[in-house]
C-alpha cells in the first residue's frame, strides 16, 4: 500500500513537472512581448515618427546619440569631405554613442529608428548594431527620408548583421492600421 502511494506520488510530480516544462517552453504571446523603441534622429522626423509608433505599441523610448553631435557641415552630403560623406565611403567607421541608459536584456523586440543617409542606415545605426547584443531578438527597422524606400535599408542591414533576426522594415510615417500589420507580420 504505501508503495503503491509512493508510485502515484512520484507519477503526479513528474506530471507536474512535465506541464511546468511545457508551458515554460510556449511561445510567448504577443501581450508578453516586452518592446523597446531605440532610435537616431538628426532633425528630428525620426524621433516624431518614434513617438508616433510608441503610441500604437505603447513600447518606451530611448534616443541613440553619438558622443560627438553631428554639425550641420557633418552632414553635408554634397561635400565629398564632409563626416556624413566619410562614414558612407568607408563603411568600417563607427561613430561612438553615449552609454543607453536601458537594459536590453529585458527586451524581446526591439524597434530600431533612423533617417535614411545615402540610401541606408547611418554609421551610428551601426555603432548601436555592435555593441548591442541583439542575439535572438525580434528588430523591426524603421526609417524617414526624403524618398528612399525601406527596402535599401533592409538590405544593408540584413548583409552586414545576418545572425540578427530582422523582420522587413517600414518607412514611416505610416498609418496605425499598416503599423499594426506590420508588426503582426501581414
Ligand atoms: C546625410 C544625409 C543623407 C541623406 N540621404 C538620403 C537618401 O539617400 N535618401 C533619402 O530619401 N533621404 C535622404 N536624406 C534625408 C533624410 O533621410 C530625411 O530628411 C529624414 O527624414 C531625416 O530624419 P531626421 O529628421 O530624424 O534626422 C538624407 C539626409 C542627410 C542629412
Given at each position: 500500500m504505501k508503495i503503491k502511494n509512493i508510485i502515484k506520488s512520484v507519477v503526479a510530480i513528474a506530471a507536474m513537472a512535465l506541464c511546468f516544462n511545457l508551458s515554460a517552453t510556449e511561445p510567448k504571446t504577443e501581450k508578453e512581448m516586452k518592446s523597446i523603441i531605440v532610435y537616431f534622429t538628426h532633425s528630428g522626423n525620426t524621433e516624431l515618427a518614434a513617438k508616433k509608433l510608441a503610441e500604437v505599441t505603447g513600447a518606451p523610448l530611448v534616443r541613440l546619440l553619438p558622443v560627438e553631435p553631428y554639425t550641420a557641415a557633418d552632414v553635408?552630403?554634397?561635400?565629398?569631405?564632409s563626416r556624413c560623406t566619410q562614414e558612407h565611403l568607408n563603411q568600417t567607421l563607427r561613430p561612438a554613442i553615449k552609454p543607453l541608459d536601458v537594459d536590453l536584456s529585458q527586451y524581446d523586440t526591439v524597434f530600431i529608428g533612423f533617417p535614411i543617409w545615402w540610401h541606408e542606415e547611418p554609421a551610428v545605426i551601426r555603432t548601436f548594431l555592435d555593441t548591442a547584443d541583439l542575439t535572438g531578438k525580434e528588430l523591426y527597422p524603421f526609417c524617414t527620408s526624403y524618398e528612399s524606400p525601406m527596402s535599401e535599408a533592409d538590405a544593408t542591414l540584413q548583409k552586414g548583421y545576418p545572425s540578427l533576426k530582422w523582420h522587413t522594415g517600414l518607412r514611416l510615417p505610416a498609418s496605425k492600421e499598416q503599423v499594426e500589420r506590420w508588426i503582426k507580420g501581414q
Open positions: 553635408d552630403w554634397v561635400n565629398e569631405q
